[in-house]
């Protein structure tokens, strides 16, 4: 997967020409867009890649925020969405819903990442916690982050 640097308002790109073209800085959004563009060819639009859409709209869930969190129920393709639980610095943060007015804010919050199922690399995304995209075993993930569902986007993933 390509590697960039993380840039918290460098989201998803209008076209695939440019997804395709050079560039070098991104955040979770785009790194989805783009996993699933170099994967499978696919070119997701802004729009179904960004927060509440992505979460509210596209694909269908794997597991609902009302379910038990297991990876075990995940395929190489699926995007989690998680909570904030520390950032960068290691502290504490407090990013679920209940400190959100809007259910729409809390969606928009949450971080995204793309489950691969590789053994020690099962989680590949963009934070700012190592500055740039990477991957991450699952107990790494889970020092900063609390998954609460994860999406399908593509029916050939199923």
């Not at 890649?49 to 699926?78: A, W």
Request: charge should be negative; glycine fraction near 6%; include cysteine.
């Amino acid at each position: 997967m390509k590697e960039f640097n993380y840039r918290f308002d460098a989201g998803p790109l209008g076209s695939a020409d440019e997804l395709a073209g050079e560039w070098g800085e991104g955040n979770c959004r785009r790194a989805v867009q783009f996993y699933f563009f170099s994967m499978w060819g696919e070119f997701l639009d802004p729009d179904r890649v960004l927060c509440p859409e992505i979460y509210n709209q596209t694909g269908t869930f794997v597991i609902d925020v009302d379910q038990r969190f297991d990876f075990e129920f995940l395929s190489n393709g699926d995007v989690i969405f998680a909570e904030r639980v520390r950032d960068r610095f290691n502290v504490n943060i407090n990013c679920r819903a209940a400190a959100f007015d809007l259910i729409d804010d809390y969606v928009i919050s949450l971080h995204t990442a793309i489950y691969t199922g590789h053994k020690g690399r099962e989680i590949w995304h963009a934070t700012a916690v190592e500055g740039s995209s990477c991957y991450w075993n699952t107990q790494r993930f889970l020092e900063f982050y609390r998954p609460v569902a994860a999406k399908r986007l593509l029916s050939k993933l199923s």
